[in-house]
């Protein structure tokens, strides 16, 4: 089971593409071992119309230092510019404007 974590582990860090045309947010509330938590995740289309599941986040937080990470997620993960982000921001959208820049 361990080898399971590690590979889904390797491939939710694994390198993005540089550019996105789309990247949709969405967000849902769970109960994970008793306890809330969102879990956040980001699918992004590709200028070739392809798709790709961006990350997965899980944080107790709304919006905010929740969103931030994800962010510097993705640029820590190559992503440089989305054309659109669409989706739960949780009110972070001019923050996800100014941290890929607009192709």
């Known amino acids: 089971?361990?080898?399971v974590h590690d590979h889904v582990r390797d491939w939710l860090t694994r390198?993005?593409?540089?550019?996105?045309?789309?990247?949709?947010?969405?967000t849902q509330s769970a109960k994970?071992?008793?306890?809330?938590?969102?879990i956040r995740w980001a699918l992004g289309s590709l200028p070739n119309r392809d798709c790709e599941v961006l990350g997965v986040w899980?944080?107790?937080?709304?919006?905010?230092?929740a969103?931030?990470?994800m962010l510097l997620d993705l640029q820590s993960r190559g992503v440089e510019s989305?054309?659109?982000?669409?989706?739960?921001?949780?009110?972070?959208?001019?923050?996800?404007?100014?941290?890929?820049?607009?192709?």
């Open 67 to 69: 969103v931030m990470q």
């Open 1 to 3: 089971m361990e080898q």
């Open 15 to 26: 390198p993005l593409c540089r550019s996105y045309v789309v990247a949709i947010v969405q």
């Open 58 to 65: 899980l944080g107790a937080d709304e919006g905010g230092p």
């Open 82 to 103: 989305v054309r659109f982000g669409l989706g739960d921001l949780d009110g972070s959208t001019a923050v996800f404007g100014q941290s890929f820049r607009v192709v």
């Open 32 to 38: 994970v071992g008793g306890c809330a938590v969102k």
